[in-house]
């Protein structure tokens, strides 16, 4: 490199700097001041990454007073470069302008004007480039997107009803499958599709405040969504940001109660202006003709200001058709104004479920059922159905038709669009329970302890006593002190630890209720046998919890045990254990079930053992039995636990803080009694045609498939190391699918979207991150991806490239031109242009005259025919040629108007079928199906007539191109 005063150069690593001036020069070093940032730098002279820039006839340049001037005569003296031309202000010909006056802001962001400023990339930055382009616009078109980045195995039922719902403009749903379905799942997916489709910014969660940490945690790391939860501590700091605290982040977590409990925070959220509201656990909401509830008052507030709404509750008439009503107006409050007409409608959809009952049996129908189909779908000339049905035509033909009837009926069901419920006994894939009651004899210690707490504790209420009870171990400490260890004579320790060691080979989660419990059961598993056991509870940091569930889902060297607190039946799925160990019991029969949760979960490939131990002549024993007898709870999913206990709480208290059994047979058969004519009423409630629609049939399996063929995508991983290596990220192999990938010194930028500042595990399979959920779930919806991608497009990597191409067919120096064009529709996002028109790459490959060889060269073939070459070799063959560039360039813009023609026609023939096509659906619909909302319809005709608009005002650009010249050596 020659360097003199005066010359003008770029920075290589930092281009925002604008343009340099050479200030200083002596044997080892040279001075570029960047007027424009106010920067200096100083480089080692023979290694320096700063490119000269000179510009030749034709080009355009601007000098530091603002007017421009077009070169027509380049000349240079003592390495100082002169350009004359005419200023295209005055016209005035034979202008001078010497290079020390070029404008100090001079940046070049077109691709030909790097390539010839000598800003050249390395070829393969300028690949990584279109397959980002390619694959990006993949994504946006797939009929799949939102479903398969998630961290959540492929159920057909959540997927179908995701897939339904996530699509849908300002979805108003009830999501109500039995427990263990994965309702928090499916919301998420719902979530994750809306926000990812531009539809759903702001979105507020509220739930019960014990299940804050749990969606939190689900949140974040099945879809890589990040709320803040708010309370009163959270919204005083906010007002140092936003009169309205709820305006200082777009996804917020918060508990009802906090809500309910002030006036003044619930009216804030009103007018936070959201665009999702997610209530859990629902069915809490009282509500009556005669009476309604605050809580149920609080959601009504935010539901009615909020255009959707997903509800989540427990199976709706659990706790009467009443109830279930008033989730549905909380949805539709006009659709669903009257309690006694909607009880009335329903008795009218039994026609329905039979005709679909009839079509879904396989067997020739009925006359009568022929008729009544024809009668339900009057609007529709079914008769070439029933013909094919009844023809010599194929099995496939037959279903089809069978399908399409099956549809079309379910389409009228009454609030089948807005309702989902699938229950356990309408999907398979569930493991048996085998439960291990085990009565244990009480320490003297302990029954002394409690003694001695019983005379003192007279005042004590009746519910804190009871609930003492259930811990002997905790007594015994408040008189003993620390230092005393009860575990070294619990005779359920002795239990537990025997039991580990007949089950070496299996992995035990066991839940306790307190923190401490755990923290002490560690410590006597690893001082009397050396057992490898880790704990995981509510004063853990979520890392710390990542880590405790990692060491134990670790098949080699991991943790035998995962001992938890009552969180642990929280959040977290356990499904490569089917061992679990109930050390004590909650009060709660809802409790209950989530602990068992963790291991009972669809998806679960083994039978499940459920130990629990108890001490005799205690509250254990009473509340034990009574779950098993009562409730059946421990060998089966038990939604009506809760109605049970608060019809029998006062008696089971009044047994657990006194220990009088006597009416303890009595409470257990009306329990047993009421609990079988709950389940019946249940049953005899259930609607098997809203079940059918809400699994999704083969339709569903058919989303599993399509899913599970694009897992273990192999272009994925190229791409992302790749990617990770272009922006600077180390990367560590540690086996068993995994990867660690940290920051470097060396990134092109400070920080790296979704990438924690310690780094992250990664791991590109599902079954890994379903097991190991310290790790992240690469795929093309991951920040770390879809950051990646933004941040090489804004930063302009790989706009120009210059390669090699070795072959003797063709005469040396011969050139071609790759040219990578963008269409962009300049739309906003939640208008659903990505589905339409993405950001969609056009390649064109010019030859020397300018023919497009593109159909007959596919990128990927060819890319490997190509060798990189360095800058300096680069930068000369493009100064060689650059007047022929300059002309392919031209012609390659003539080119590529006609196929944006093209891509905008089909584009508008793609959104015209699609969504005029739904609209019709719509509209037809709504003449027999009142569900079908006016607001929907609406906004339908709206982005018709807006992305009609988008799509015509398409632009198209150059995003990048590279140089190809020909070399035999």
Not at 26 to 38: N, P, Q, Y
Not at 451 to 457: E, F, K
Not at 705 to 730: H, P, S, Y
Request: charged share 25%; net charge negative.
């Amino acid at each position: 490199m020659t360097f003199a005063l005066g010359q003008r150069w770029i920075s290589d690593t930092e281009s925002d700097l604008g343009l340099g001036t050479v200030v200083a020069v002596d044997i080892r070093t040279v001075t570029l001041m960047f007027t424009a940032s106010d920067e200096n730098r100083v480089y080692a002279i023979n290694d320096a990454p700063v490119t000269r820039v000179t510009f030749n006839v034709g080009d355009v340049v601007q000098s530091q007073e603002g007017w421009s001037l077009k070169v027509t005569d380049v000349q240079e003296s003592n390495n100082i470069v002169t350009y004359k031309g005419t200023r295209e202000d005055t016209q005035e010909a034979d202008v001078s302008l010497r290079e020390i006056m070029l404008s100090h802001q001079i940046r070049f962001n077109k691709p030909q004007d790097k390539l010839f400023a000598g800003q050249i990339d390395r070829m393969d930055n300028f690949v990584l480039r279109y397959r980002a382009l390619v694959n990006q616009y993949d994504q946006n078109k797939s009929s799949m997107r939102g479903l398969c980045g998630i961290r959540a195995g492929l159920i057909p039922h959540q997927l179908h009803i995701a897939h339904e719902v996530g699509r849908r403009h300002a979805p108003r749903v009830l999501l109500a499958d039995e427990v263990g379905l994965g309702k928090t799942i499916e919301a998420g997916m719902i979530i994750h599709q809306q926000v990812l489709a531009g539809r759903a910014e702001r979105i507020l969660i509220v739930v019960p405040e014990t299940l804050q940490h749990q969606w939190l945690v689900e949140m974040m790391r099945r879809f890589n969504l990040h709320f803040s939860i708010f309370d009163e501590e959270r919204c005083v700091e906010a007002y140092a940001e936003s009169d309205n605290p709820f305006d200082t982040q777009q996804l917020v977590l918060c508990s009802l109660d906090f809500l309910k409990k002030s006036k003044k925070r619930h009216t804030q959220a009103m007018e936070a202006e959201w665009d999702l509201l997610v209530v859990d656990e629902a069915h809490h909401l009282e509500w009556s003709q005669e009476k309604v509830s605050r809580e149920y008052q609080v959601i009504e507030g935010l539901a009615e200001s909020t255009p959707g709404v997903l509800l989540l509750t427990a199976t709706p008439e659990q706790l009467g058709r009443e109830s279930h009503f008033a989730r549905l107006r909380l949805l539709d409050p006009d659709r669903f104004y009257d309690y006694e007409a909607f009880v009335q409608e329903e008795q009218q959809y039994e026609p329905v479920a039979d005709a679909v009952s009839a079509l879904m049996s396989g067997e020739a129908l009925a006359y009568e059922a022929k008729n009544r189909i024809t009668e339900i779908l009057s609007e529709q000339d079914v008769e070439p159905l029933f013909r094919i049905l009844e023809s010599s035509a194929s099995e496939e033909e037959k279903a089809a038709a069978r399908q399409e009837l099956t549809e079309n009926l379910m389409d009228r069901h009454g609030t089948g669009r807005v309702l989902f419920r699938n229950t356990r006994s309408a999907i398979e894939g569930f493991p048996e329970r085998n439960v291990h009651l085990m009565p244990m004899d009480i320490p003297s210690q302990y029954a002394t302890s409690m003694r001695v707490s019983g005379m003192l504790g007279g005042k004590m209420p009746k519910e804190a006593r009871a609930l003492k009870n259930l811990y002997p171990e905790e007594i015994f400490q408040e008189f003993e002190g620390d230092e005393a260890s009860w575990w070294q004579f619990d005779t359920r320790v002795n239990w537990l630890i025997e039991k580990v060691k007949q089950k070496r080979s299996e992995k035990i989660l066991v839940i306790a209720s307190r923190a401490t419990t755990a923290l002490q059961l560690e410590q006597a598993l690893r001082e009397r046998e050396g057992i490898r056991a880790t704990v995981f509870h509510e004063g853990m940091s979520i890392i710390e919890r990542d880590k405790a569930a990692a060491y134990f889902a670790q098949e080699e060297g991991g943790a035998q045990l995962l001992l938890c607190s009552e969180i642990g039946s929280e959040g977290r799925n356990f499904q490569f254990a089917n061992q679990l160990v109930m050390f004590d019991l909650p009060f709660n029969p809802d409790l209950l079930e989530q602990r068992i949760g963790r291991l009972d979960r669809i998806g679960q490939k083994r039978d499940i053992d459920v130990h629990v131990p108890y001490l005799k002549d205690t509250a254990q024993e009473i509340l034990a039995r009574w779950f098993d007898e009562g409730l059946n709870a421990f060998r089966d999913t038990c939604p009506t636990g809760r109605s049970v206990y608060d019809r029998f709480s006062e008696s089971l208290i009044e047994m657990l803080a006194s220990g009088d059994t006597s009416e303890l047979d009595s409470v257990i058969a009306e329990s047993a009694k009421l609990n079988q004519s709950l389940k019946a009423q249940l049953e005899h409630g259930r609607d098997r045609l809203l079940e059918i629609h809400s699994h999704g049939g083969e339709e569903a399996k058919e989303l599993v498939e399509q899913i599970a063929a694009k897992d273990g995508d192999i272009n994925l991983v190229t791409f992302a190391l790749g990617l990770f290596d272009t922006i600077g990220l180390n990367q560590d192999d540690k086996g068993e699918n995994a990867l660690v990938v940290t920051p470097s010194e060396r990134m092109m930028v400070p920080s790296y979207p979704g990438l924690p500042y310690e780094g992250a595990t990664i791991t590109f399979d599902r079954d890994t991150a379903l097991s190991r959920e310290d790790m992240h779930f690469m795929s093309w919806e991951h920040p770390m991806i879809q950051g990646g991608i933004d941040l090489i497009m804004s930063e302009g990597v790989g706009t120009s490239a210059v390669s090699l191409l070795k072959n003797k067919a063709l005469p040396v120096g011969t050139i071609l031109l790759e040219l990578v064009y963008v269409v962009d529709a300049q739309a906003p996002k939640s208008s659903g242009i990505d589905k339409f028109l993405p950001a969609t790459p056009i390649r064109l490959i010019l030859d020397s005259k300018g023919n497009d060889l593109s159909s007959q060269v596919e990128f990927e073939s060819f890319n490997r025919q190509l060798s990189p070459i360095n800058r300096h070799m680069a930068s000369k063959i493009v100064a060689s040629v650059q007047g022929q560039v300059h002309s392919l360039i031209d012609a390659g813009d003539t080119q590529i108007l006609s196929q944006l023609e093209s891509v905008k026609q089909q584009a508008e023939k793609e959104m015209n079928d699609s969504l005029n096509s739904e609209l019709e659906r719509l509209l037809a619909l709504k003449a027999v199906n009142p569900n079908i909302r006016d607001e929907e319809i609406t906004a339908l005709e709206q982005q018709v007539k807006e992305l009609t608009e988008y799509i015509g005002r398409a632009q198209v650009q150059l995003d990048s191109l590279r140089l190809i010249a020909v070399s035999h050596n």
